[in-house]
């Protein structure tokens, strides 16, 4: 297996990614770019119906090159490209947050892959590798098709817990340790002694994975 394996993309996947191109395509740390079309996506309102000459007019609108989205892999291409689509009201464009890129093999696969975490933030655990941590909204605005974003300035200890928690990312990352809800949330809470610069120091990563490690395996009994 390469040190840094690209993604291969299966129906179904929760994917994170960048659009590079319009009529969109979209960076996924897959080998080849992957495509959202305008049929695959909710309009804005989360409005049903057939796209027309507007919409398509209207596409730099909605998204634009240098937008982060989550989505959903509808298909996988014979040369292994895949198609996205943000069809449910809980995908479509990332607003104020921080991405993280890890191999695609340390995220495990789970039923859910957004989560919302006790210490006041939520992650979006991309099963291609890229991880998107976010302030937890206030409420979920469903009435918006995915398309507006919350560009109020994020207070300071949202900041603070955003920063802790993709410097855990990268000490797991750095340890080995398999990615998802619960052992992020144990590296969090095993960091709090520390601040959050130093949880990048080789000996404090080490000493709070194992923590982690440890919790785990307790968990696991």
């Known amino acids: 297996r390469s040190l840094a394996p690209r993604y291969n993309g299966e129906v179904g996947d929760i994917v994170v990614g960048r659009i590079t191109e319009k009529r969109w395509k979209?960076?996924?740390?897959?080998?080849?770019?992957?495509?959202?079309?305008?049929?695959?996506?909710?309009?804005?309102?989360?409005?049903?119906?057939?796209?027309?000459?507007?919409?398509?007019l209207a596409m730099r609108?909605?998204?634009?090159?240098?937008?982060l989205i989550s989505a959903e892999v509808q298909s996988v291409f014979s040369d292994g490209a895949?198609?996205?689509h943000t069809r449910s009201l809980k995908y479509g464009k990332l607003g104020q947050g921080v991405l993280v890129q890890v191999s695609p093999s340390l995220v495990k696969r789970q039923k859910t892959h957004f989560?919302?975490?006790?210490?006041?933030?939520?992650?979006?655990l991309g099963n291609n590798g890229f991880i998107w941590i976010y302030p937890t909204p206030e409420q979920k605005d469903e009435e918006a098709g995915g398309f507006t974003t919350n560009l109020e300035p994020v207070p300071l200890s949202d900041r603070e817990v955003i920063s802790r928690l993709r410097n855990c990312i990268v000490a797991l990352v750095t340890q080995k340790l398999m990615l998802?809800?619960?052992s992020i949330l144990y590296c969090y809470e095993a960091s709090l002694p520390h601040q959050i610069k130093d949880i990048l120091k080789p000996e404090?990563?080490?000493?709070?994975?194992?923590?982690?490690?440890?919790?785990?395996?307790?968990?696991?009994?």
């Open 115 to 124: 989560h919302d975490l006790p210490c006041g933030a939520s992650v979006i």
């Open 61 to 67: 609108d909605y998204l634009q090159e240098g937008d």
């Open 82 to 84: 895949v198609s996205l």
């Open 26 to 56: 979209v960076e996924t740390n897959s080998r080849l770019d992957s495509v959202l079309l305008l049929s695959s996506m909710n309009l804005p309102g989360g409005e049903l119906r057939r796209r027309s000459a507007e919409d398509e």
């Open 180 to 182: 998802f809800d619960t």
């Open 204 to 221: 404090v990563m080490e000493e709070i994975v194992l923590e982690t490690r440890q919790r785990l395996l307790d968990l696991e009994g």
